[in-house]
């Protein structure tokens, strides 16, 4: 299974961009990179997927290099409301698109 | 788009009761559903994946007879919790994809709070 390992937490101050890089060493071919948010005693929510390259929609930028190995999710210019725990998943192609939770990045948005 | 809905948002019972949870895809069919556990201060575990008109797939560790999955629909998948017990008191959340697909993103529904006295 393609295990996913990114830092358990970090800390940023608003208006910053923060940075999370992910490591996949052992993704296979066809798998997708995902990645959500989740707040307190909520449910995930997702936040952006790629295969390769550059992929950027409304909130988030994800950066795949050409190995696949690794990812980076960026968030401009943080605010407060974006304290919360950020998820990096490989979306198994070979199990029906199955998700594996790791302990994720615990996100601190200081004023 | 792609909302996912889940009733009830908590639930308290007694030991040995039986709690259902419903998961509901409010605007897109949903072959594939997924549902997920999560403990206080730790990641969501994958406990099975629902495909609508078959059996759930558990995994490994998870009891398939305590934890009774139904996708009766493209729209609906139930959780049952047989004779629970207070380590069973959890968050359990669903997710639900247009198809059992790698690149099809997966909604997450509210989560449910389960606990048993």
Redesign the interface.
Known sequence: LAKTTQPISMDSYEGQEVNITCSHNNIATNDYITWYQQFPSQGPRFIIQGYKTKVTNEVASLFIPADRKSSTLSLPRVSLSDTAVYYCLVALYNQGGKLIFGQGTELSVKP | GAV?S?HPSWVICKSGTSVKIECRSLDFQAT?M?W?RQFPKQ????MA?S?EGSKATYEQGVEKDKFLINHASLTLSTLTVTSAHPEDSS?Y?C?A?F?????????????T?LTVL
Request: glycine share 10%.
């Open positions: 996912v889940q594939t997924f997920y990641s969501l575990m994958l994946t495909n968050f959340i997710s994809s198809s059992a697909g790698a690149e099809d993103t997966q909604y997450f529904g509210p989560g709070r």
